[in-house]
């Protein structure tokens, strides 16, 4: 492979998650009443936990603390990384053959922590990775290149020998901003993106499987 390390997102990137949160987190202010417009999921997408239930506060008007809406979102997403979210087609074949050319790789999510481990363990391939890091670990959300520069610096590396594998659009041209090579994965929360991630990443694959993929990164 041409790069020695690799970063990947894990929501809608590694797991099949990506429309979960939206629904979670409009579900959960149904039951109060409000209703979280789709737009505003959206636009929060690169934003932390924590900076999206500030978001969502101000758009409810409801008397609540960022803090227990981002307790509550957590708690019921909890359950699902814990059970039910699985990995994508490909992905953990696609990780144990990086693993084997001796690719250094490492999760970079926008997730809580807690949250990212419990999920990546629970799928069996945690042994992977170097490490697990959120994006609140850092202070910034996918909007800025923080993240994706500790994760480059903790693997010992920078962004002229790192890849970063994303599904987002914004975390993409982010990455790419940063001096990374960027490789863009399918997910349905983000289909109405795929012309703009195609011409925006240097690569981009519907599935983890595409030999396309191994071909083009030499394993």
């Known amino acids: ?111 809580a922590q807690p949250l990212i481990e419990a999920c990546i363990q629970r799928l069996g391939v945690g042994d992977c990775f170097e490490f697990l890091l959120s994006s609140e670990a850092v202070g910034a959300g996918k909007d800025r290149p923080d993240i994706y520069l500790e994760a480059a610096r903790r693997l010992g590396g920078g962004p002229e020998d790192t890849i970063v594998f994303e599904d987002l659009l914004f975390a993409v041209q982010t990455a790419r901003s940063a001096g990374f090579q960027t490789a863009a994965i399918y997910d349905e929360a983000s289909a109405g993106d795929e012309a703009a991630l195609r011409e925006t990443a240097d690569f981009y694959v519907t599935r983890w499987d595409d030999p396309a993929l191994a071909q083009w990164l030499g394993v």
Request: charged share 20%; aromatic share 8%; net charge negative.
């Open 1 to 111: 492979m041409n790069k020695k390390f690799a970063i990947f997102d894990m929501d809608g990137t590694l797991v099949d998650s990506g429309t979960v949160w939206g629904q979670t987190s409009a579900g959960y202010f149904a039951g109060l009443g409000v209703t979280i417009p789709a737009s505003l999921i959206e636009e929060t997408a690169h934003l932390s936990m924590m900076e999206t239930a500030a978001r969502f506060v101000q758009c409810s008007g409801l008397p609540l603390t960022p803090e227990e809406v981002a307790e509550e979102i957590n708690r019921r997403m909890e359950l699902h990384y814990r059970t039910d979210i699985p990995l994508k087609p490909g992905a953990a074949p696609f990780l144990r053959r990086l693993q084997a050319a001796g690719v250094r790789m490492c999760v970079a999510s926008s997730t």
